[in-house]
């Protein structure tokens, strides 16, 4: 009895109580339909995922390969986040139309502004083809034998594909390789600029509030996808015409209640379930740390700028968010994997794995020595680890290292390939260096190499550093003495002397090129780590990646109980969940909800992360919120779930029991951010902005009529 009692409890706090996971949306039918009617779901798997007819995941679309979207008109309007429509907006944006500051809202088809390189793809079908790729694998291959050949075997089932000749398809290997599935999806190049907040709406609270709950942020931006004539794909043209999706999403002005139903379909990146203990300990303690203390540095020297100059502030904006989000990701995800100790429930897992193992002789002979050799593969792993996360933190911070990189490699370029070679890929590289220079200070750029490269130098291993580097590189030198020598060189952020260095002849830019001694610095550093750290570092991590696939197939075949999802790996996936709030700490416990009101508690006039623009004070004093207020006539503006979600899901529909649309994901909160590598129900919630605010902002903030006109406005909760 006490067995099962200890082992019915491993199971719930390791296994989802409630409903972790990021399930395949064509497995759904025959692993979770059950279970999401009985939280509440009122339509059925066939209508979330068919290949026979119309169905969601028709009207669910990857956003540039990098967020997600979904098609809310018949029309082929798409929402997605503010912050996923970002570059787009930002690269219309000029002093005249500052469409970041004040918004953009197109007055017609015509206003609509294309995007060079932006696209949607749609997933037309998902097949399983395990069988076809693991044909002819045997145990005795060798890794790479194995390699090779189901490579060979996934190029031939992607080729095998039945698809049409507007369509691709690709081949991914699911659970650590254990299982592969086919892709066929339809990609729409032209898609337009449609309609955006001003940045006070779409990122309002900006750092300070992400990853953070309760959240006020109305992350929203609408694009639309054009096709050609017969309504196919096309690459962009003048007459190219508004798509006429297979599938659109109704709006529900019903919003939601504590524990209705939530599903968000969508494209999450990655995630990482299925780690031993040691491998999540390392995370906690080595990796994340390091990873956070370098940023720590590298944020408090921008910030400082930021704060004193309004031109720097502009500049490093969103180069300040971008580092600014990891950071406080990962500090989120050391809180929480301390907080519901992820270790010890990882530990009691794997002590009850053993244990099954150990009783069953085949299973002792295959699986038995994986923990103890994870033990000894992280072991090695934990220095090489550290050097990496220190070396490719710190490189990536110093935009002049980024200068030096690009020439660096134009350069290797030549001489390994030749002249030609080089004049391909001179335009592209002179382009990239450009737009570095155009938003770059070169005193915050060295006062950031400053504080880095001591960083860099305490924290990497000295036996990490080869002698040449060690002698220009080691504790006892003057840093501040290191930068005024490496930045008194102005050429390589002075944009006429890379301009003049590009236009040479090859031969003569190379020389110049290989003669200068901050590019030199900088190489020396990228040839130091790849001679000292990286083989034994991908030696290590080949063989740690090698146990976690077996460590896969053995927790599938030994848990039998348990039901498996595999990680993110930016292919869609369906989670579904319940509207609810949650325990923060000792204490603090917050509601599901937050209202306008609570927008206008944030308000701090001509703030930079704060201000409310005049209009929304003005509808907020009126209460004009139209059809999009709540029966107690407030304004709702975001709300939390339990869906599990990751990087990829913003702009994820968050959908009703009958499939409907009732918010746009965006982000997570804080507390619960390690459900990267270890969901709990209990914190772990993910957040979303309501669509009734989003369509208030549109109709009522922006009187865009002509986008309202477009969308189908339901009331389900009215017709039970
Ligand atoms: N944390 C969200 C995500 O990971 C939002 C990021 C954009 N917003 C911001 N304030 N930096 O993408
Ligand atoms: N903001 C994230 C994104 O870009 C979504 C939040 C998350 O990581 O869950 O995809």
Redesign the pocket.
Known sequence: MKKILFFLLIFISTNAIADEGMWLPQLLGKLNESRMKSLGMKISAEDIYSINKGSLKDAIVSFGGF?TGEVISESGLVLTNHHCGFDAIQNHTTLQNNYLRDGFWSKSFEDELTNKGLFVTFIIRIDDVTQQVMKGITPAMSSAERQSMIDKNMLAAKSAASKTATQESFVRGFFEANQYYLFVTETFKDVRLVGAPPSSIGNFGKDTDNWVWPRHTGDFSMFRIYAGKNNEPAEYAADNVPYKPKKSLKVSLDGVAENDFTLIFGFPGRTQQYLPAVAVEQIRTVNDPAKIAVRDRALKIIDAYMRSDEQIKIMYASKYAGIQNAYKKWQGEVLGLTRVDAFAKKTNYEAEFMKRVNANAAWKNEYGHLLPAFERNYTALRPYGLARDYFSEVMSKIELFSIAMQLNSLANTYEKNGQKAYENRVGSIKERIMNTLEEYSPVVDKAVFTSLMEVYTIGTNPTFLSPEISARLNPNIDFVALADKTYADKNLYDSNWIATLLSKPAADAVKIINDNSTINFFSGLQENYSKMVQPELNAIQDSINTLQSIYMKAQMEVMKEKKFYPDANSTMRVSYGQVQGYTARDAVKFDYQTDFEGVMEKYIPGDYEFDVPLKMRELYAKKDYGQYARKDGKLPVCFIATNH??????GSPALDAYGNLIGLN???AWEGTMSDINYDSSICR?IMVDIRYVMFIVDKYADAQRLIKEIKFVHPKAKK
């Open positions: 967020c979600t990751t990087g990829g899901n913003s965006f982000d997570r993910n």
